[in-house]
């Protein structure tokens, strides 16, 4: 921009100047005339009228550089075409060839160097009014480039936050039931429930970050009621802590699915049925004609974030535990084995996830 600023001064300078440069050789040629004509026809030369100019000085030379006529007051250098001063320039001309005694003519003018200075503060302007419009939406090109780059900053800062406090509440709980030498039945179940949470939190982690890709030699046909009646034993706990009723209508089906995306894919659903259900609560779980049905009595999801709820590291609200991977990785594993799923969800009534295979 400063480079083009100066490219664009010089230019328009040299323009002005060459413009005023000819209009007063153009000013200087009709008064050479008139003084020749004055000379031939033996008139008198009349120097006021159309020689006088608020923009021009005037003056008069004979042939040893003495002033005849004029209101040019400094000392001038006859032998120069152009004379350029601090604020203006003078023009000589010789074109009269001595006629009235006049050999040479000087004009002062008194607007280019107005006309330069109003074009260095036009360009200054407008270099600073380029420079603001651009650094205005520099800043906000910047500001949108960097957005996603700051959210997932913050999502991360977020997921070790919430990591941080997943893990501490069953370890705490752990540590706390193990205080004492002798456990009762109560201290047990709190530690079993506490180590099944640190369990399914790094199965999730290491699914996540470690095992994306599992071997597809571990891939073949497998009963999804057995893995589910296997995992219910597990949430059991967590369901009768809530006092959540769940209520199974399954039907006999094999799938081709690695067992361990599977437990994945259903634990992170039924775990969130729990975690977002109300107290007294009830699940249905149903399996069949090749489908998985899911359904709660929560809280439910809001429309307006149903788009996003597959995200990583998403959270539709901070009330419960968790980091925003159950979804996500349930979206994986559906993609992977080309399964489809649905989910219907009313606010403070409940949610309904449907998984097609």
């Known amino acids: 921009m400063s480079l083009i600023a100066f490219l664009y001064f010089e230019n328009q300078q040299k323009l002005y100047f060459n413009l005023t440069k000819s209009k007063m050789k153009n000013i200087a040629s009709i008064i050479s005339s008139k ?22 000085k005037l003056a008069f030379y004979d042939e040893t550089g003495k002033k005849i006529f004029g209101n040019i007051e400094e000392e001038i250098d006859l032998t120069k075409d152009i004379i350029e001063e601090k604020e203006n320039f003078i023009l000589v001309d010789r074109s009269t060839f001595g006629h009235l005694g006049i050999s040479a003519i000087a004009i002062k003018e008194h607007l280019y160097f107005k006309q330069i200075k109003r074009l260095e503060i036009n360009i200054i302007l407008l270099f600073f009014l380029i420079y603001s419009i651009i650094a205005i939406v520099g800043f906000y090109l910047a500001k949108l480039f960097i957005k996603p780059i700051k959210e997932e ?32 039945s109560k201290q047990i179940e709190r530690i079993r429930l506490s180590a099944k949470r640190v369990s399914e939190i790094y199965k999730d982690l290491t699914y996540v970050f470690l095992q994306k890709d599992v071997e597809q030699k571990d891939l ?24 959540i009723k769940i209520t199974l209508d399954l039907e006999e089906f094999s799938y081709k699915i690695v067992k361990d995306e599977f437990i994945r894919l259903f634990n992170n659903l039924l ?40 995200k990583r ?35 403070n009534e409940g949610t309904e996830i449907r998984v097609l295979f």
């Open 313 to 347: 590291y998403y959270r539709a609200t901070s009330l419960q535990g968790g980091f925003g991977l159950g979804l996500n990785i349930v979206s994986q594993i559906c993609k992977k084995y080309n399964i489809k799923i649905e989910i219907d969800s009313i606010l």
């Open 35 to 56: 003084i020749i004509y004055a000379h031939m026809s033996g008139t008198k030369l009349a120097v006021t009228g159309s020689f006088e100019s608020k923009n021009y």
């Open 220 to 243: 073949k046909e497998i009963s999804l009621v057995e893995i589910i009646d296997e995992q219910l034993k597990y949430f059991e706990p967590l369901a009768t802590k809530k006092r």
């Open 271 to 310: 775990s969130n049925a729990i975690k977002y259900n109300k107290m007294n609560g009830e699940i249905t779980i149903v399996l069949k004609d090749n489908k998985l049905i899911i359904k709660d009595t929560g809280i439910g999801i809001k429309k307006s974030e149903m788009a996003d709820i597959f």
């Open 153 to 184: 900053r913050d999502k991360l800062n977020n997921f070790i936050k919430d990591t941080t406090h997943e893990l501490n509440t069953p370890i705490s709980a752990i540590l706390m039931s193990t205080e004492s030498e002798e456990l009762n």
